[in-house]
């Protein structure tokens, strides 16, 4: 290989890191993520270098130059035109598009690999590679569906079954081949384990549930990420290896994370199992106060500090530049308004600060959890908005209910609590809320778009 | 222990790749997840590498497997513009007072 060439990979993949880094800090992360676009784009010339030295066929040149062209216009032009309520959906969408290069490269590469030289290593890292690219693919296109809101969940007992039956055989066909005890030819084999896995991704997304979206896109990308790197071995090409375990870390951190947030542990979602609610709590008799919109605009023009607690039921109905009207209004009248943000807030990792930082919101205000909670008693009020589960105190008391454990932002410690509901329906995990029935805790009940602009409305006029 | 012994380099490669990922990107605060997840995206989207360099290895007479692997050159390409365009434009969002 060319000198030049590994060195151009070298760059790439320090620049992969160097990008990944600079994302640590708001003011830095566009910086990065210019870096990363450098990196790729100079791993890809540098390919290209590469194919100089040999005897290229023209066609085979034109394709690839005419692939490349289209998916970049096509790429831009879909980034470009996404909603950023739509962003987790995007996410997906081109994840898939990586599952499925890495499964084409596979079954391609499994056409033109010679079996009687080449080492059985080689062929088990292929196989890997299209294993994990076909889940990741067709994983990653029915979480589209999902949270485009095209397919439902389907936690019928067949898919489930369907699914562990599948993944079994992902595991039982390899080693029944490898061992000599399959009577099939390579490439057969090649394609039973494509079809298997790329059924399997279908069937292991479709029973998990709306709020474990988040999970499930973090492991797809985990699972590209792997898929990258399980290619670069079979081409010997350190920066699709280095990339692809940057990638497949970056996943599996998120995967936890997001795991940790919502109490769950990552099998329990991925088996789409819930905590069966025990009906117990819901006898008590809370003392439920509501309080009328004029109310809160008189109290918070009076306040210093404010918090609001968004929640997906915000961004479902497109408040997010209510809220940011409500801030500027606010702060032009020297009220301090934080927004914090429960880490599984929106549909994927980190969504509801994009949300916000779409409605033009200084990201200083956007607190993180903990470091919401350590401010929550200097706050005069908190609103609450299309958030339930993850303000309930129940997390932190009552060992019996299903959220117990669960980190919570801990609105109950703050002087006034204000939740905007539609009605007193339960949030995802299906419990009653504590809340709603402490001393401090008013409800508001109605669209919480249409109050919040009511709500804009009369403090104008104040 | 030979396949060890032959490929101990890129062992000691991928286990460095792997702590320095998970080092480097747990740092990564709660607010820009979401770009860190389309920048990682793109960043998979490397694999196109591969797919080129596997499209100059076919015969230029076999067209299902070009027309294949220009698929698997469109979609690595779609990955990576796709996830660095719009990780670009959520950050550019991302503003400071002005």
């Known amino acids: 290989m060319n000198v030049f060439v590994e060195i151009g990979y070298l760059i790439a993949t320090v620049s992969f890191l160097g990008g990944l880094k600079f994302m640590s800090s708001p003011k830095n992360a566009k910086l990065g993520n210019s870096i990363a676009a450098a990196g790729m784009i100079i791993a890809v010339v540098c390919t290209f270098l590469l194919l100089k030295s040999n005897e290229i066929p023209t066609p085979n040149v034109v394709i690839i130059l005419v692939a490349i062209a289209l998916g970049t216009l096509l790429g831009k032009r879909m980034a470009s035109k996404v909603e950023m309520t739509a962003m987790p959906q995007l996410v997906s969408l081109f994840n898939a598009t990586g599952g499925g290069c890495a499964l084409i490269l596979g079954i391609i590469e499994a056409q033109q690999i010679n079996l009687s030289t080449s080492f059985i290593g080689i062929q088990i890292l292929l196989l890997l590679s299209l294993t994990t690219g076909a889940i990741a693919a067709t994983g990653s296109i029915v979480a589209y569906r999902k949270l485009a809101g095209k397919t439902k969940d389907n936690r019928k007992a067949i898919t489930v079954i369907g699914s562990r039956t599948l993944l079994v055989l992902i595991f039982i066909i390899p080693t029944l081949y490898f061992l000599g005890l399959l009577p099939i030819s390579f490439e057969i084999f090649i394609f039973t384990i494509a079809f298997i896995s790329l059924a399997y991704g279908i069937l292991f997304v479709l029973p998990i549930g709306g709020a474990d979206m988040p999970v499930v896109i973090s492991l797809l990308n985990s699972i590209t990420g792997v898929a990258t790197a399980l290619s670069g071995f079979v081409y010997g090409n350190k920066a699709m290896i280095a990339g692809g375990i940057f990638v497949g870390a970056a996943g599996i951190i998120l995967t936890l994370l997001m795991c940790k947030a919502m109490n769950r542990s990552l099998l329990k979602v991925l088996a789409g199992k819930f905590k069966k609610t025990t009906l117990s709590t819901t006898s008590e008799e809370q003392n439920i106060k509501s309080i009328s919109i004029s109310e809160i605009t008189m109290q918070l023009s009076f306040a210093n500090k404010i918090a609001i607690v968004p929640g997906y039921g915000l961004a479902v109905a497109q408040g997010q530049h209510l809220c940011g009207q409500l801030q500027k209004l606010l702060e032009s009248r020297g009220v301090q308004v934080d927004f914090i943000i429960h880490p599984v807030a929106g549909r994927m990792p980190g969504h509801m600060n994009v949300l916000l930082a779409e409605a033009n919101i200084d990201y200083d205000h956007l607190k993180e959890m903990d470091e919401g909670n350590e401010l929550m008693k200097h706050y005069d009020m908190v609103l609450v908005i299309g958030a339930n589960d993850v303000v309930n105190p129940a997390a932190e008391t009552k060992p019996d209910s299903p959220v117990y454990g669960m980190p919570i932002i801990k609105t109950h410690e703050s002087k006034k609590v204000v939740v905007m509901k539609r009605g007193m329906s339960t949030g995802y995990a299906g419990v009653s809320n504590d809340l709603f029935g402490m001393d401090n805790c008013n409800l508001l009940f109605g669209d919480a778009k249409d109050s919040l602009q009511e709500i804009i409305n009369q403090l104008k006029l104040i | ?98």
């Open chain 2, 1 to 98: 222990m030979e396949f060890i012994q032959n490929n101990l380099e890129i062992i000691y490669f991928v286990i460095f790749c792997v702590f320095i990922g998970i080092e480097v990107i747990a740092n990564v605060p709660a607010i820009l997840h979401t770009p860190l997840m389309s920048g990682a995206n793109a960043i998979s989207g490397v694999i196109m590498v591969g797919a080129i360099i596997m499209m100059i290895q076919i015969p230029p007479t076999n067209y299902v497997l070009l027309g294949l692997g220009g698929i698997a050159v469109f979609l690595g390409a779609l990955n990576i513009s796709g996830g660095f365009f719009v990780t670009g434009r959520m950050l550019k969002m991302f503003n400071t007072k002005k």
